[in-house]
């Protein structure tokens, strides 16, 4: 049987090393779907619920995989569908390939069934390579270009593919004018190093520091070690934007913990008093929480020049890779006595932990949403992966959890998308599928998507090895975190119509699906339901029913903040009794003695 371009995608997939593609099928990919059937499922076809969820898939295997993520969708309706995950992956860096069907070629223009103009739908979030493929010898320089831009760009690439040509015999470019060849499948490597004048004149600014803060970002995730000799060197604090949650253990002693709105006091502590700031593969977008300007002398290091000295008016911009940029610069930079500066970061660190701790363990109706990550977090494996979804439970993932061993942990950061908690985890299990699992979702999220990926999980739990993947649900009713703002930003009080969400069982949903599943009301069913889920051997779900009222308090709360607060509350907020005394008892944690 005759080879069809459908043949060839996946050929050339497998060439590239790609073993799942996350997708929905529809007839504007027959072609390809019916060439899965002929290859033997080779690369594994990995069907969501939902076209959005396969591109969440692909951008969380791409996190945590380090390759490519690739995902699949039919045309018109498929393609829109595949949007809000592929601006995740472009806004946090993260390289995936769309490859989505169109109409017939015979049809196009034709205002034919789910035609749509994915030229101009896909233009923006694929804008450093699209092409659409109208002959199938154009097929393997679109494809391996595709790969090859989002690797090397870190970004999200599309090919679009008419169904007709996808069933038509493939026949491949020829050596004559107006064909166009390509080179057998490779990785594109390169270490990209800023001039050595450069680096002295960072390294001039680090040793004339007498306060040094380092914050680091996803981009120094390769650079842990260098990171850290340089702290070791300078004397340094290391606050790490959430997206490089997991680039240094957080049981370094001078390691402060999350910075910004999320952050904690001792990054908050450390921007303030810091004369010297080094930024390495961070574009952190709230520089309020960087320090004052003109307060401190700034280097940055990135990869992408374009975003060098964007965030924070930094003196030397270095435009390079991590790890080699802070290789380079170590040689130079002189040991500090900086002895006092360290010793109260340390000691700052290590004061907030007990504040955490106290705070995880006050009483609220009926559970300690922060005691939920806090009675996790001692207990992780060292190899887990954690995943965690935007809402109020995103701000106990960044303080709580305590990163340490080869944990690797990820959310949406920059488009901070509702959703993408549950598919990131599965994700993350097919990257890594001898690696458990825990996702940290709150209910708002689980009613969006994650209640129907759930059935993914239980249909693909047999094809990993170690079939641990843990769902907790942060269960309050509650549209938590946008009730927040509204308090703390707006000065209004809680709407209950747009807020308050339907009520339902959780652990009987995934029950049904054959998880293991508990359900909380009680704090001190935490830890022994922990104990159990994570010392299981299949998919698990938390239904922990959480207080909405204790308060995701930032680290330094402005006093517009605050009034807005009291604002809220005193215009008929439904529980501000209950809204005070959590907030008061959450705050006084961190003025108590001995704390």
């Known amino acids: 049987m005759a080879e069809t371009v459908g043949d060839q995608v996946l050929r050339r997939l497998r060439e590239w090393d790609v073993e799942q593609v996350f997708g929905y099928p529809g007839d504007g990919i027959n072609g390809i779907v019916a060439a899965f059937g002929e290859a033997g499922n080779r690369p594994r076809f990995v069907q969501s619920r939902h076209e959005e969820m396969s591109a969440f898939s692909a951008v969380g295997y791409a996190k945590f995989s380090g390759n490519v993520g690739v995902c699949l969708a039919t045309s018109g309706p498929g393609a829109i569908h595949l949007l809000n995950g592929l601006y995740d992956a472009k806004l946090d860096h993260v390289p995936v390939v769309a490859i989505v069907g169109q109409t017939a070629r015979t049809?196009?223009?034709?205002?034919?069934?789910?035609?749509?103009?994915?030229?101009?739908?896909?233009?923006?979030?694929?804008?450093?390579?699209?092409?659409?493929?109208?002959?199938?010898?154009?097929?393997?320089?679109?494809?391996?270009?595709?790969?090859?831009?989002?690797?090397?760009?870190?970004?999200?690439?599309?090919?679009?593919?008419?169904?007709?040509?996808?069933?038509?015999?493939?026949?491949?470019?020829?050596?004559?004018?107006?064909?166009?060849?390509?080179?057998?499948?490779?990785?594109?490597?390169?270490?990209?190093?800023?001039?050595?004048?450069e680096v002295a004149r960072a390294a001039e600014v680090l040793n004339s520091g007498e306060r040094v803060a380092i914050l680091v970002g996803q981009g120094a995730r390769n650079a842990a070690h260098e990171v850290s000799q340089v702290a070791e060197l300078t004397g340094a604090g290391v606050a790490k934007a959430l997206l490089g949650k997991d680039v240094l253990s957080d049981e370094l002693p001078y390691v402060t913990g999350s910075i910004g709105l999320l952050g904690t006091r001792p990054t908050y502590e450390l921007m303030r008093d810091c004369d010297t700031l080094l930024i390495v593969g961070s574009n952190m977008p709230y520089s309020q929480f960087l320090p004052q300007f003109g307060q401190a002398r700034a280097v940055q290091i990135d990869v992408d020049a374009g975003v060098l000295g964007m965030r924070y008016p930094t003196e030397v911009n270095l435009a390079g890779e991590a790890k080699a940029t802070l290789r380079a610069l170590l040689p130079q930079l002189q040991r500090k006595n900086a002895a006092s500066w360290r010793s109260g970061i340390e000691s700052s660190v290590s004061e907030w932990w007990d504040t955490m701790r106290q705070q995880a363990m006050l009483s609220a109706e009926p559970v300690n949403p922060q005691r939920v990550v806090h009675e996790l977090s001692a207990r992780l494996p060292e190899?887990?992966?954690?995943?965690?979804?935007?809402?109020?439970?995103?701000?106990?993932?960044?303080?709580?959890?305590?990163?340490?061993?080869?944990?690797?942990?990820?959310?949406?950061?920059?488009?901070?998308?509702?959703?993408?908690?549950?598919?990131?985890?599965?994700?993350?299990?097919?990257?890594?599928?001898?690696?458990?699992?825990?996702?940290?979702?709150?209910?708002?999220?689980?009613?969006?998507?994650?209640?129907?990926?759930?059935?993914?999980?239980?249909?693909?739990?047999?094809?990993?090895?170690?079939?641990?993947?843990?769902?907790?649900?942060?269960?309050?009713?509650?549209?938590?975190?946008?009730?927040?703002?509204?308090?703390?930003?707006?000065?209004?009080?809680?709407?209950?119509?747009?807020?308050?969400?339907?009520?339902?069982?959780?652990?009987?949903?995934?029950?049904?699906?054959?998880?293991?599943?508990?359900?909380?009301?009680?704090?001190?069913?935490?830890?022994?339901?922990?104990?159990?889920?994570?010392?299981?051997?299949?998919?698990?779900?938390?239904?922990?029913?959480c207080d909405p009222e204790v308060p995701p308090i930032p680290p330094h709360a402005t006093l517009e903040q605050m009034t807005s607060t009291a604002e809220a509350l005193a215009k008929g907020d439904p529980n501000t009794w209950h809204v005070l005394m959590q907030g008061a008892k959450t705050k006084l944690q961190e003025f108590l003695p001995g704390r």
């Not at 704090?523 to 104990?531: K, T």
């Open 383 to 545: 190899d887990a992966i954690i995943t965690a979804d935007s809402g109020s439970s995103t701000n106990w993932f960044a303080r709580n959890l305590r990163i340490r061993g080869r944990m690797r942990a990820s959310l949406s950061g920059t488009l901070a998308t509702m959703g993408a908690g549950v598919p990131y985890a599965i994700g993350a299990k097919f990257a890594h599928p001898d690696r458990p699992v825990v996702a940290l979702v709150g209910d708002g999220a689980m009613q969006m998507n994650g209640l129907a990926e759930l059935l993914t999980i239980a249909r693909y739990r047999e094809q990993w090895d170690d079939q641990r993947l843990v769902v907790c649900v942060f269960h309050n009713d509650d549209l938590n975190q946008v009730t927040w703002e509204l308090r703390a930003m707006g000065g209004a009080p809680k709407f209950e119509e747009s807020q308050t969400l339907p009520g339902m069982s959780y652990a009987a949903f995934a029950a049904a699906l054959g998880f293991d599943t508990v359900a909380i009301d009680d704090p001190e069913q935490l830890g022994p339901a922990w104990d159990r889920v994570l010392g299981g051997r299949g998919p698990a779900l938390l239904d922990v029913r």
């Open 107 to 197: 049809a196009m223009g034709g205002s034919y069934q789910q035609e749509v103009d994915l030229q101009a739908l896909l233009a923006d979030v694929a804008s450093a390579y699209l092409v659409e493929v109208n002959t199938a010898e154009q097929l393997p320089n679109a494809l391996d270009r595709a790969l090859r831009t989002a690797w090397g760009q870190r970004t999200v690439t599309a090919v679009i593919m008419p169904n007709d040509l996808q069933e038509q015999t493939y026949s491949p470019p020829q050596h004559e004018f107006k064909h166009v060849p390509s080179a057998p499948p490779s990785t594109p490597r390169s270490v990209v190093l800023p001039p050595e004048d």
